[in-house]
């Protein structure tokens, strides 16, 4: 499973930089992975997909890349915004049918 | 459409007490699923179902149980809570269609503290 831990990762940013956050996998053999953002208090959110059949795959202000020799995801964010700020985490396929394994989340703080 | 919906959004038991966590889509998915997130953590998988009918446990199913009646709802029952079981419990629904993983729609959350 995922190590984990007490304490999330932290980035910050200042308001108009850009953001990367990044994730390990653990599961070569997973062929799809989104990311999901999840603000205090809600439940998590979709931001983008990506299929292992695709290195980058960009949405709005938002892009994931994949490398699969390394088992490493990323998300940049462009023009990092105050609503930005949350948890955001990583999700493979994982070994449950259509579930997902989930990264540990990193934090992202907006600084004005 | 209203989602994924849970009920209730926060509870607290006491140690030995059963209860039901309710959760419904109006989506028409066939997938349903339940996490617990922890402190930290990310969400880790107690129960799935697949349809109506069918249930399969997840990574930490010890201490819950689920049913599928009707591909709406999705209820998990805790039948004797123990503090280990606080936590934020997730329910989620996704579309199966073409045999292609999509996303996952999460509803708001339990807060579950057990004393």
């Known amino acids: 499973g995922e190590s984990v831990g007490l304490h999330l990762p932290t980035l910050s940013v200042q308001e108009g930089d850009n953001s990367i956050i990044n994730c390990a996998y653990s599961n070569s053999a997973s062929d799809y992975f989104i990311w999901y953002k999840q603000e205090s208090g809600k439940g998590p959110q979709f931001i983008i997909d990506i299929r292992s059949n695709m290195d980058k795959r960009q949405g709005q202000r938002v892009t994931v890349l994949l490398n699969k020799t390394v088992k490493h995801l990323s998300l940049q964010i462009a023009a990092t915004q105050p609503g930005d700020s949350a948890v955001y985490f990583c999700a493979e396929n994982g070994n449950y049918g259509q579930n997902f394994v989930f990264g540990p989340g990193t934090r992202l703080s907006v600084l004005p | 459409n209203a989602g994924v919906t849970q009920t209730p959004k926060f509870q607290v038991l006491k140690t030995g007490q059963s209860m039901t966590l309710q959760c419904a889509q109006d989506m028409n998915h066939e997938y349903m699923s339940w996490y617990r997130q922890d402190p930290g953590m990310g969400l880790r998988l107690i129960h799935y179902?697949?349809?109506?009918?069918?249930?399969d446990q997840g990574e930490v199913p010890n201490g819950y149980n689920v049913s599928r009646s009707t591909t709406e709802d999705f209820p998990l029952r805790l039948l004797s809570a123990a503090p280990s079981q606080t936590s934020v419990y997730f329910c989620?629904?996704?579309?199966?269609?073409?045999?292609?993983?999509?996303?996952?729609?999460f509803g708001p959350g339990t807060r579950l503290t057990v004393l």
């Open positions: 179902s697949v349809g109506a009918g069918i249930t």
């Open positions: 989620a629904s996704s579309y199966t269609g073409g045999g292609f993983r999509s996303e996952q729609f």
